[in-house]
């Protein structure tokens, strides 16, 4: 092997980002010797508040543009409050019924803007499988099969998502414990197993609608998700 050639790119995005996630996880935290840091730190005014600062990264390991939201709070704790909220354009943008995701992202950002915190906002659409296949998966859905069985069924994985870069974000902004806002417990052991500490669990909030009934009972029944359904 010539040690001059550079290194072939781990991350081809000719492979399906379910896949190329799979292989950063397998890599682990901080391989090939990169460092998350922070790059930029700029403030948006959202819902007329001036206190939301939008934090960007380098050296990411999955090259997506994950990014964080930083809420000051007008009665922060510490440890902070974080709610790690994995990109759904449908459910985020467009208020989807289809499932929680808009309804939980506004419930984060109720909370942080009282207790402050951070919001990581990670850019594995459709747990992962991207926002194509996850439409594809909709459509097997209203033939009758439920959200993991309708990514087994397209040979995906039923959940592809990798909490490693959050991890490193969290690392990035000096944030080493928090109370992490969630119903789902593999957040919490990936968060734990990339050496943050979680000193709280604090729920995610849940939210049923005739239209997303089925998908929560999926999530109860097969993750484990602490939902008061
Ligand atoms: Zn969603």
Redesign the pocket.
């Known amino acids: 092997m010539n040690p001059h050639s550079p290194d072939p790119d781990p991350y081809p995005m000719n492979v399906h980002p379910a896949r190329r996630a799979a292989r950063g996880r397998r890599r682990g935290p901080g391989h090939a010797g990169r460092t998350v840091s922070v790059r930029n730190e700029v403030c948006i005014p959202v819902r007329d508040d001036a206190r939301a600062r939008f934090v960007t990264f380098d050296g990411l390991p999955d090259g997506a543009e994950h990014f964080a939201v930083r809420f000051e709070g007008v009665e922060p704790r510490d440890p902070p409050i974080v709610r790690m909220h994995s990109e ?1 354009i ?2 985020d943008v467009f208020a ?1 019924r ?5 309804d939980q992202l506004r419930h984060a950002l109720d909370v942080l803007h009282a207790a402050g915190g951070f919001l990581l906002y990670l850019r594995q659409e459709g747990r992962g499988i991207g926002l194509v296949a996850k439409l594809d998966a909709y459509r097997l859905q209203d033939a009758g099969a439920d959200t993991f069985a309708a990514n087994r069924a397209l040979d995906l994985p039923a959940d592809a998502r990798d909490y490693a870069c959050g991890a490193q974000m969290l690392a990035a902004l000096g944030v080493r414990r928090v109370r992490l806002m969630t119903n789902n417990p593999d957040k919490v052991a990936q968060l734990t197993a990339h050496g943050i500490e979680v000193v709280e669990r604090v729920s995610a909030g849940t939210f049923p609608t005739h239209a997303n009934r089925h998908y929560l009972e999926a999530k109860y029944r097969l993750t484990g998700h602490a939902l008061d359904l």
């Open positions: 759904c449908t459910g989807s289809r499932c929680d995701c808009g």
